[in-house]
């Protein structure tokens, strides 16, 4: 990951830290950072027109999006109550598979909204995400990779400035 986040996001999402996110002191627990990016990838697809985890077009099945890795790095804590930014910007697109990276930011009342205005301090942590697309056979459950439906690769292809037929189809 580089060490500045970038000045665009291919997508934003924003959510505020609940009480049950927190320990005792009120800081986020490291691993509801995942979940917070998550929530924010299955975004993404949604606004794409793709639902996340949903019946295969046949009926033979469901689809979903398992982790092949994730790395995260993590500059300060977030608290109860701090209204987050997640951005995501997609890194690598092939045909079962895809990797993006995250960035969360705090949403500080005293700086303005927008992402790119955001200086170093306000980010909270950083990584990446690949995951793989799969069909899951209902019966005996199965999960199995599958190329990214048709629609969903145009449409994120869309994003990457200069594709490789490498990193299209490889």
């Known amino acids: 990951m580089p060490d500045a986040p970038p000045t665009t996001f291919h997508f934003t999402h924003r959510r505020q830290v609940e009480f049950a996110d927190t320990d005792l002191a009120g800081i986020v ?3 509801n950072f995942f979940r917070y990016v998550e ?7 949604r606004s794409l027109g793709h639902a996340p985890h949903a019946a295969a077009a046949s009926g033979s099945g469901h689809h ?3 982790r092949l890795e994730t790395s995260c790095r993590y500059h300060r804590p977030a608290r109860f109550e701090e209204t987050l930014e ?14 993006y990276g995250f960035w969360i930011f705090s949403l500080d009342p005293a700086e303005p909204a927008s992402l790119s205005a955001r200086s170093a301090r306000s980010l909270l942590v950083d990584g990446a995400f690949a995951i793989i697309h ?24 869309s ?11 490889g």
Request: charge should be positive; glycine fraction near 4%.
């Open 29 to 31: 627990h490291f691993a």
């Open 39 to 45: 929530t924010a990838e299955h975004a993404f697809f």
């Open 64 to 66: 979903g999006w398992p």
């Open 86 to 99: 997640i951005g995501l910007r997609l890194l690598e697109l092939r045909t079962t598979s895809l990797r």
């Open 134 to 157: 799969v069909a899951l056979t209902p019966s005996p459950p199965f999960l199995q990779k599958a190329p990214i439906p048709a629609d969903l690769r145009t449409r994120l292809a």
């Open 159 to 169: 994003f990457l400035p200069s594709v490789s037929s490498e990193s299209i189809t």
